[in-house]
């Protein structure tokens, strides 16, 4: 099958030219605006090479490669321009990351030779990505084989750990899911070297004697020790590290220093040991709030909405009044010291609302905070 390739000209008659010389070598897709072209490798991302001339109205070739890139950055860039001054070239080079620069009039021999040199490049760059990947996903898999086969209540805890991090992360819409994912499976692969006598009196919450806690809380450096072996990982072996770490020891840039996983995972970590030493989710998160500097207040307000089957589009959070924000929704109901309900839950904050709970507050019918249902992309 042909390798796809764009060509983008203002001028329809070189595009055509273009269609004639080159369908028999490659799948080409053709277009005279920028813009449309832009939306056409959005749809196709397999577009290997992209060809654009220089000199176009609204838009010259510079700023559409580099917008090009940016939309679809696999792909080759190649410029094609009657105007080679020397500063355009340098301008194509460093914004629009050009695989090569031609002048115009281009011999079809040298254009067809140009584009097969990047068809090559893009193949190889690929072909690289794939082993890469291959190799990432087999060594994971051997990883994660290993532990269920050794330590198989390690394995089981890294599964439930993965299954909730995975939930937390896409209840905050975070865009790195592939790290979290691996951080969690990849977070008990130092429990192959402890007892599995001390990791079910861990999980079940029975007391450890000195020297077994000892041995239990230096699994995360022999877990970072191991993944460190693998290419491109480095982060995830940070977050294995630190995933017992509190969020606010020093109350001193620690959201900084503390990887996203790692966070993650302490909120992960520390519900599934309330659950599984025998409390109920209610009084896990009761626990959890009370020690609540240890976490990072938007991961456990998502495990909140989380355990309360909120719709992802929001997140539960105590706030007080000067914290509500109109759009918001009342996460519970306004009750106030008699039982009456003066709001319901699920009603959206307007102005009015807004200002009805700071009468209500000012006559100590209701007291702050109040449990709202805060948009996600609302949070910073």
Partial sequence: MNKKIMMVDDEENILAGYQRNLRTNFDVLVNSKPGDALNVLGQN??????????????????????????????????????????????????????????????????????????????????????????????????????LSAVNPVAF??????????????????????????????????????IP????????????????????????PFYGMTLINNIPRLNNVAQAIAQQFECYDLNRDGRKKTLQLSARILKVANDYETYIESGKTSQQALFQMHKDNEWYDPEILAALDAELAGIERNYILRLLSIKEVNEGMLL?????????????????????????????????KRVYEPFKMLVPVDNIV
């Avoid at 909730?164 to 008990?188: F, N, P, T």
């Avoid at 010291?337 to 009805?356: D, F, P, Q």
């Fill in 196 to 219: 599995s006598e001390i990791l079910e009196k861990k999980y079940h919450d029975k007391p450890l004697t000195v020297k077994e806690n000892e041995i239990f809380y230096k699994h």
């Fill in 45 to 146: 991302p397999d577009i290997a090479v992209i060809v654009s001339d220089y000199k176009m109205p609204v838009m010259n070739g510079i700023q559409f490669l580099s917008a090009a890139r940016e939309v679809n950055p696999g792909s080759l860039r190649i410029m094609l321009t009657g105007y080679a001054d020397m500063q355009a070239t340098i301008d194509a080079v460093n914004e629009g990351n050009i695989f090569r620069f031609l002048t115009k009039p281009c011999p079809n021999e040298k254009l067809l030779k140009a584009i097969n040199d990047a068809v090559k490049q893009y193949d190889l760059v690929n072909a690289e990505k794939e082993l890469l990947n291959k190799t990432l996903k087999g060594s994971i898999k051997v990883l994660v084989d290993i």
């Fill in 331 to 363: 996460g519970e109901d306004i009750v106030d010291k008699n039982g009456m309900i003066l709001l319901t839950k699920g009603s959206k904050v307007s102005g009015v609302i807004k200002i009805k709970l700071m009468n209500l507050i000012e006559l």
């Fill in 156 to 193: 089981s805890r890294a599964m439930i750990l993965c299954e909730l991090s995975m939930k937390l992360g896409k209840r905050l819409k975070i865009e790195s899911m592939w790290e979290i994912e691996i951080a969690a499976l990849l977070s008990q692969t130092g429990c192959v070297t």
